[in-house]
């Protein structure tokens, strides 16, 4: 589970929680001590209010015992719920694209992409179908300082082919991270029956491992 999915779960629970007593505080009873220290951490970014002296002292007297501990969502917090759960999800794509694959990128892999796309309309081998929208419209993970884009296997293909454009021409870091993580390697490869001196585009063609470690062919 990614740092932003644990995230919205304890956010989910304190809401639910919250719901039930009828007064949006969850009490002490009712988390654990590792999961309170977690919704302490949620304060210093604003998602999550800790109850106050008095606040406390209120809900002592509706516990009919001393509430030592309790938390709420912010509005921040009910905002962050509705906006990570309308998040799109690595599901079927509509139009039998096939399924669609989380991936994430370094800055310096966006900025690549970037680049690549915005050369769609001068490229003899342009972007895939769809990927200039992904670019446009993917979400950057503050915490783990990750662009995250939901990519078909077309689009995986063809941003390897980018990153490749960006290894020839400057740095191969982008595009070997991208090997190492996602196992997409492109490798040009000559039109069949061209001669040496006809001017051909790359097919392209993916060479590399599965991110799990097995063999792709």
């Given amino acids: 589970m990614r740092k932003w999915e644990k995230t919205l779960s304890v956010l989910e629970a304190l809401r639910e929680r919250g719901q039930a007593a009828g007064h949006s505080w969850t009490l002490d009873t009712e988390l654990l001590l590792p999961h309170q220290l977690q919704v302490n951490a949620l304060e210093k970014q604003g998602l999550v209010e800790l109850a106050c002296r008095e606040d406390r002292a209120e809900l002592s007297v509706l516990e009919g015992r001393p509430v030592r501990w309790a938390a709420r969502l912010t509005p921040h917090g009910y905002d962050t719920i509705t906006y990570g759960r309308s998040r799109p999800r690595a599901e079927p794509s509509p139009g039998g694209e096939g399924p669609r694959q989380l991936v994430e990128l370094i800055p310096s892999q966006m900025a690549a992409l970037r680049v690549f796309i915005g050369l769609a309309d001068r490229l003899r081998v342009p972007p895939a179908d769809g990927l200039a929208e992904q670019v446009r419209t993917a979400s950057c993970d503050h915490g783990i300082k990750r662009w995250q884009l939901y990519l078909t296997q077309e689009q995986i293909t063809s941003a390897a082919y ?54 792709k062919t």
Wanted: charged share 15%; aromatic share 10%.
């Fill in 162 to 215: 980018g990153f490749w454009l960006h290894r020839i021409t400057g740095s191969a870091a982008e595009a070997n991270r991208f090997g190492r993580e996602y196992g997409v390697v492109y490798n040009p490869s000559p039109t069949p029956g061209a001669g040496p001196s006809a001017a051909a585009a790359p097919v392209p063609t993916v060479l590399g491992r599965s991110r799990h470690g097995g063999s």
